[in-house]
């Protein structure tokens, strides 16, 4: 298995700035999770499967769910109150909060959106975001894995007399007898013996 340990890269922690790289798959780190003892979690990810270890009140758990279990990768904005500082988050959404999993927790938001659209790709979940009033809605509109967008307008073929002319015709050369040469017909048909 694969760590992440280049200089950028920290536990998540209080103060504590997240990027995972998700070229690197699998990787473990640890985070914050407030029911563990010791106030951390252990985290495994794979790019099929997310598997959370911790323990709480001398317990030790163990959980793998698949990364189809989750609801998608969401980018959010957290207040914290002790620096007055805002951090963005990005976060592989659960439908049980306990086990969303942080992705990239940073304090400024330079290179996030790029971030969270890589996560994306990498774990083929939907983009989400957080409403004010914590809703999660998908950023782009989908019809099942298809993204909705604008449709483009239709190409333009060939020449405006497309639609005049089949193509099989427009690949075909004028005769040369046509081009201001007369042409001479013979309405007999002559038998010679």
Known sequence: ???????????????????????????????????????QRS?????DR????RTASGARMKLQLPVSAYRGVAVRVSEDASQATDSVEVVLVHADPALSVPLVSMADADDVVADWQLWGVALRMPLLIEDA????????????????????????????????????????????????????????IIART
């Open 1 to 39: 298995m694969l760590r992440q340990t280049e200089p950028g890269v920290l536990a998540a922690g209080i103060g504590a700035s997240l990027r995972l790289d998700p070229a690197q798959l699998p990787t473990r780190y640890a985070a914050p999770d407030r029911g563990a003892d010791g106030g």
């Open 43 to 47: 985290i495994d990810l794979h790019a």
């Open 50 to 53: 997310v598997v959370i270890r």
């Open 133 to 188: 009033d914590g809703a999660m809605r998908e950023a782009f509109p989908r019809m099942g894995a298809v993204m909705i967008g604008k449709p483009r307008p239709r190409r333009r073929r060939r020449s405006t007399l497309k639609d005049r002319r089949p193509s099989a015709l427009m690949r075909r050369k004028a005769c040369d007898g046509i081009a201001g040469r007369p042409v001479y017909r013979e309405r007999e």
